[in-house]
């Protein structure tokens, strides 16, 4: 018999309660091939988890649904991409409608124009996709857009956002016409004062649709600065050209801690603040995201096969 049993003990991080709060009911995004890499998502991601699916420029149809499908099958509510410009026209928009409804039960969806210089066919911009009616004849319960905290060049080439925001106006109108539950899930930031004051700013404008903020997960900083300058997030590349300035963070895998722990603070304070949920990038990887969220997420993370 052992006379000395020493068992390692398991790190625990104390949650801190209002960033739980904040994480309550939070989204990640995976593709078909970073999805084949994970055995269950069951061991990862709290039950009844919103998952998008991204519809990368070449990726069959077939291979989102199968997706779609498994993610579904293991009791996930998906919502997959729709983007507009590689989307060859209205027929084929029914025919994935169709196809993600009838294989996988899917009824709702992310509409974008998609990171595609030439459109394929006859959409250029989500606003399309919506004025088509294919998603509220499908019967579809929620329909997010895409917001740009930091703008979008590809949509603002002169770095205005005038058709950014004239878009939300319109997208606000569409929402109230709709029977779908409609949000913006925007592009990745890093700093909490620039999101804070353009969620702020939206408000004022008369924008109301619920905001679910992107939030990098964790990844090594080169990765993140690679996808930035990629995204065109200007405000927030600076802030990790800034931390790539700091030799003892250099080698460091960046963590969302921080900017995460300041929206939650402004949002205890500001219960009526018009960021509703935080959606996940998983840059650095889908297992290393996950694991962040049960480490600092407390009861708001704990992944379906550990739930009671």
Known sequence: MALLNFKKREKVTPANAQLEAFLQGYSI?????TAEKVETFRDLLPQGTRVYIAHIEGTPIEDMVATAKRLSREGYPVMPHFPARIIKDRATLADWIARYQGEAGVDQALLLAGGVEKPHGDFHASTQLLESGEFDRAGFKRLHVAGHPEGNKDIDPDGSRRNVDEALRWKQKFSETTDAQMALATQFAFDAKPI??????LRE????????????GPAKLQTLIKFAIACGVGPSLKVLQKRAMDVSKLLMPYEPTDVLTELAAHKAANPDFNIEHVHFFPLGGIKANATWAIENGGAAAVPASKQG
Do not use: C, F, N, S
């Open 29 to 33: 995004e995976v593709m078909p091939r």
């Open 196 to 201: 804070i004051k353009w969620a702020d700013a």
């Open 205 to 216: 404008a008369g924008i109301t649709l619920p905001i679910h903020i992107g939030i990098a």
